[in-house]
């Protein structure tokens, strides 16, 4: 009776546990700029009101109030009732890129009684009619919603034209699907005519064409169709570094060699100027020689150039009456 008893226990441990539902998480899909408005309802009652995303610690905690309303930068939650249910209403603003991700809201700070869903920021909302290109660095990811005209029953990512088995990077026939870094959905509560698509941690091998294409069940489809060019950042970001240590090592080369020019055109430049003073006292020396050779003091040099032309009308005169 034990071992029967201890078997029934252990099969009805496994079928409780493989009946729980594998995701049970809503996903949204919103556009780059736009707003995300969600409703936690039917809540456990507690004293806090609480949203926050991932491990909700820090600075993931978005809001976390005792009043009915409050806001903090981009979010904002607000409580209300409803016929008995106690419901959290809560937004984003602006959405971009970093937004993405899991998000927890509730009354009460206790995992097992927070709601949780998953918000994806999509970069472009495509159709067939144009043609789509999109620049991506090596490491990040890309998001993009594919529309058409009606709803299909499977719907399949592809590189390429999808021509070939192998093409097919992933495809489901149900709400969402993932494999590796690709990923496929949409939101349970809209039209399935949009599908999202997602390739994560790109490389440069992931640049080319890529197709959306939705099936129905009478075998017609459509596509959308895209390209990705992806660029190896940290190359780039390596060149430039070496550049800049290039750069650096040239002019920290240059600087020693830039200081003995200087030092070399100011010893010439003082050389100069010396050989200069020396030629310049030595011509003063001679004037002053010459002078003292002509007359003895050398006063009368200066005499003699202020000497008026009476003075030497009488010097002559004089020296006639000698000759007499």
Not at 181 to 197: A, H, L, N, P, Q
Not at 200 to 215: A, H, M, V
Not at 254 to 282: E, G, H, N
Request: hydrophobic share 35%; aromatic share 10%.
């Amino acid at each position: 009776m034990t071992w029967y008893a201890l078997f029934c226990f252990l099969f009805l441990s496994v079928k409780i546990k493989n009946s729980s539902p594998v995701d049970e998480m809503n996903y949204f899909y919103r556009l780059l700029g736009e707003e995300l408005n969600i409703i936690c309802y039917n809540l456990s009652p507690g004293p806090w009101k609480i949203f926050c995303r991932e491990t909700c610690e820090g600075e993931d905690v978005l809001v976390n109030m005792t009043d009915k309303k409050a806001a903090s930068g981009r979010n904002s939650a607000e409580f209300f009732e409803r016929q008995g249910s106690f419901n959290l209403s809560v937004k984003i603003s602006n959405l971009t890129q970093s937004d993405s991700g899991r998000y927890r809201c509730g009354l009460v700070n206790s995992d097992s009684k927070l709601v949780k869903f998953k918000a994806i920021v999509v970069e472009a909302l495509l159709d067939g009619n144009k043609d789509h290109h999109f620049s991506k660095e090596a490491g990040s990811s890309l998001t993009v919603g594919c529309s058409f005209d009606f709803s299909g029953g499977t719907k399949s990512f592809c590189r390429g034209g999808c021509e070939e088995e192998e093409d097919v990077l992933i495809y489901t026939d149900g709400v969402r699907a993932q494999s590796g870094r690709y990923s496929i959905g949409s939101e349970k509560s809209k039209d399935s005519k949009v599908f999202y698509v997602t390739i994560k941690n790109l490389t440069q091998f992931d640049s080319g064409q890529y197709r959306c294409r939705s099936y129905l069940n009478s075998g017609k489809y459509s596509h959308v169709d895209f390209n990705i060019s992806v660029s190896d950042a940290s190359s780039e970001t390596a060149v430039q570094s070496s550049l800049s240590q290039n750069t650096g090592a040239t002019s920290g080369a240059a600087l020693p060699l830039i200081l003995i020019i200087a030092t070399l055109a100011v010893m010439v430049i003082m050389l100069s100027a010396a050989l200069l003073v020396s030629s310049r006292r030595r011509s003063l020396k001679g004037v002053e020689i010459t002078g003292r050779s002509d007359c003895q003091p050398m006063e009368t040099v200066a005499c003699e150039q202020i000497t008026s032309g009476d003075d030497i009308y009488q010097n002559v005169q004089t020296a006639s009456k000698n000759q007499n």
